[in-house]
């Protein structure tokens, strides 16, 4: 008999049909049964070529990178190393910001000492102006005691006590001669007194006019002052919490490089540090050679005008003197009746002459005062005033025990520092007043180049040529170091003085 035709049975029972889930399918459907269905021939037909083996040959190839694969592994290592390249780069940048905040706080800084020191100045102006005021004052209180006097010792005779008494009771200079003529017993020393009193009054007037415009003048440095005390304060809130804000970002960066190269985060810092520092000691030397090389020209191109000079001496060798001696044998056979005693008598007779010659050839080495305008580029340095060892070195032994300490602007001392600060300090241990205020410790210091420093000389950075730019002063203490107190974030240091970028400005207390 033959079966019935209905479902497919296994081992007699029936195997029930189960319909699509989605009737209608969609293409993403679609894309999923057409890669189940690829992949189930794949399957089989591996299966019918390994003799029902293919299962197995599916958990071996498991393991076997694809070519794709690889390529797709390359990628992403590409990838990852521009990665790396850009997590670099945002350091930098960050370093960069750090530094251009410290750049800007520090100028504020600076500005404040200036506008202080200023301050200060000027209300020294005004009390001195105030006490030469006080002291005109007493002098004119002085003179009218002793004109008062004098009309007294004038008038004490006459009989006319009316008359002295409108003197003495009168308010008002004018009135007070107007009064003495009418009584015409006015004396010399009564006019000398009284001129005595018109000169003092008009110094009186003359300094209490100066003392108000001084005082005016200290009240407008004190408003600048405070205007730039809280600019500066401003600033440095700025700069540190962008220091802040960047320390963070620094560590994110860090412990993103570590992710990307495979390493820990302690590791990567290290070596991030290691890169700066590298690149910093670089870019250092590199200004460092420039600034040497540049050096070197000025140095070179300074005593070309020596040996322009020089040949002049020469001119000095006087062997036409002596030929002038041998003309002047021509006198000397005039006196033939002593020809023997010629040799003698007449080369003694003809020095006679010859101080004529010689007197026109010191003539000739008197150009040799043209030298003297030669070592004219030379003195240059000599004028500058070396700082005896001593002072150097106290200065610099100060400024080196007190790193490590924080930077704190507007301090000086004893536990923090801004950098005029130091150097000021510093200089007072070497025995020589500073200002704490670097723009006016340049111009109160002797200008060098930086071909002329020397151990204890002072290096400032400006933001232009212009002296009055400058907002940053370190101490030089040799071999192209200097110590210094650097900006809000780091501490009294020593270091390259080509660590950031090159000074422009040189100077000796």
């Not at 108000?212 to 700069?239: G, I, K, N, V």
């Not at 860090?254 to 991030?272: C, M």
């Not at 106290?394 to 130091?422: E, F, K, M, V």
Request: aromatic letters at 6%; hydrophobic letters at 35%; proline letters at 10%.
């Amino acid at each position: 008999m033959g079966k019935p035709h209905g479902p497919e049975t296994t081992q007699g029972a029936p195997v029930p049909f189960v319909p699509p889930l989605d009737p209608t399918p969609t293409r993403t459907s679609t894309a999923r049964r057409t890669t189940s269905r690829w992949a189930t021939a794949l399957v089989l037909v591996a299966g019918l070529g390994l003799g029902g083996h293919g299962i197995a040959f599916a958990q071996d190839d498991d393991g076997v990178p694809s070519e794709a694969d690889v390529e797709q592994a390359q990628r992403d290592a590409a990838a990852k190393e521009r990665d790396v390249a850009d997590v670099r780069a945002d350091l930098i940048r960050a370093n960069f910001a750090l530094d251009s905040a410290g750049d800007t706080a520090a100028q504020a800084a600076e500005a404040w000492n200036g506008a202080r020191w200023r301050a200060t100045e000027a209300r020294q102006e005004a009390e001195d102006a105030e006490a030469a005021a006080a002291t005109a004052r007493d002098d004119v209180a002085e003179q009218r005691e002793l004109y008062a006097n004098t009309v007294v010792r004038s008038y004490e005779q006459a009989s006319q006590v009316q008359g002295l008494s409108a003197v003495v009771e009168a308010d008002g200079i004018s009135a007070l001669i107007d009064r003495s003529v009418t009584l015409g017993n006015t004396s010399d020393a009564l006019d000398g007194q009284y001129d005595s009193f018109i000169a003092a009054s008009a110094v009186a007037e003359v300094t209490a006019t100066a003392a108000e415009r001084a005082s005016e003048r200290a009240e407008s440095a004190a408003t600048e002052a405070r205007a730039a005390h809280d600019a500066a304060a401003s600033a440095q809130a700025d700069a540190g919490a962008l220091a802040a804000s960047i320390a963070a970002t620094k560590s994110d960066l860090i412990a993103e490089l570590a992710h990307l190269t495979g390493i820990s985060v302690e590791l990567a810092e290290k070596r991030q540090q290691a890169l700066e520092q590298a690149a910093a000691e670089a870019a250092a030397a590199a200004a460092q050679a420039q600034a040497e090389q540049e050096a070197e020209e000025e140095h070179e191109a300074t005593p070309t005008s020596t040996p322009t000079s020089t040949p002049t001496p020469t001119p000095t060798s006087t062997p036409t003197p002596t030929s002038t001696p041998t003309s002047t044998s021509k006198p000397t056979p005039t006196p033939t009746p002593t020809p023997t005693s010629t040799p003698t008598a007449s080369s003694t007779p003809t020095p006679t002459s010859t101080p004529t010659p010689s007197t026109p050839v010191p003539t000739t080495p008197s150009p040799t005062a043209t030298p003297t305008p030669t070592p004219t580029p030379t003195p240059t340095p000599i004028p500058t005033p070396p700082p005896t060892p001593g002072d150097a070195s106290a200065a610099i032994a100060y400024a080196q025990a007190q790193i490590g300490d924080p930077y704190r602007w507007g301090a000086a001392g004893p536990n923090a520092w801004d950098c005029s600060g130091l150097t000021s300090v510093a200089w007072a241990q070497g025995g020589k007043s500073l200002p704490h205020y670097s723009v006016a410790q340049y111009t109160q210091s002797t200008a060098i180049t930086a071909s002329q420093l020397q151990p204890g000389d002072l290096v400032f950075w400006g933001s232009s040529s212009n002296p009055g730019s400058i907002y940053h002063v370190a101490l030089y203490v040799g071999d192209g170091q200097i110590v210094h107190a650097p900006r809000t974030g780091r501490n009294v240091t020593q270091e390259s003085m080509y660590y950031w970028r090159a000074p422009n400005f040189f100077a000796r207390p």
